[in-house]
């Protein structure tokens, strides 16, 4: 399965952006290491896929925050990490988060939805949120763009990327605390922007 999201993940990575040639030629980014954990993703229920116009997302089957339930039962998170090299001269950065999943909330119940990313020993982790206010039903698909852009380092020819997806469900205060909700995100991912240094 490890060798299925290497592949996947190596197709988003040589997505070009329309309009831009600056990206690496095709076939010079390399995934030289995997890895995720979090308690939205264990091994067993997470696996890469690939979309027919090269945009990589994570599939999901056991993600899902709810309420009323244990304070584990709010929020989960996934990371994960890529080790990539690629040509000299290029640095990139993430473009957007996509959520994609579904949600049901009785009244008063709230959520969000969040991304993060960075890169090892490079400062600085934007962000990229969506909340979930009541009435919330049926399937979700949002795609928003990073509140800032970290790239990594030019004169480098490989860098781990991280990157972070969570989901949380908040109850409601008396007298609804009771009341249900919950958020099953099935298939995240992102998009990346390249350029020349």
């Known amino acids: 399965m490890a060798a299925m999201v290497v592949v996947l993940l190596l197709g988003l990575l040589q997505l070009a952006v329309p309009g831009l040639a600056q990206s690496p030629p095709p076939g010079t ?3 030289e290491s995997l890895t995720f954990a979090g308690t939205g993703c264990p091994p067993e229920g997470t696996e890469g896929i690939l979309s027919d116009d090269g945009i990589l997302g994570l599939a999901f089957t056991k993600f899902k925050v709810f309420t009323p339930g244990r304070k584990a039962d709010l929020r ?3 990371q994960v ?3 990539l090299s690629y040509p000299a001269g290029f640095t990139f950065s993430v473009r957007t988060a996509t959520f994609r999943g579904s949600a049901q909330f ?3 119940v709230t959520g969000s939805l969040a991304a993060t990313y960075y890169f ?4 600085g982790t934007p962000r990229s949120s969506r909340s979930l206010p009541p009435p919330v039903e049926g399937n979700f698909e949002f795609s928003n763009s990073f509140d800032t852009f970290v790239y990594s380092p ?6 781990t990327l991280n990157v972070v997806f969570g989901a949380t469900v908040l109850p ?3 007298p609804n605390k009771n009341n249900k909700g919950s958020i099953t995100v099935t298939r995240p991912g992102y998009s990346l922007l390249w350029k020349k240094c």
């Open 29 to 31: 980014v390399k995934i």
């Open 154 to 159: 030019c004169g480098s020819q490989s860098v």
């Open 172 to 174: 409601p205060s008396r």
């Open 76 to 78: 989960k998170t996934c």
């Open 120 to 123: 090892s020993r490079v400062p």
């Open 81 to 83: 990490a890529v080790h």
């Open 106 to 108: 009785e009244e008063g």
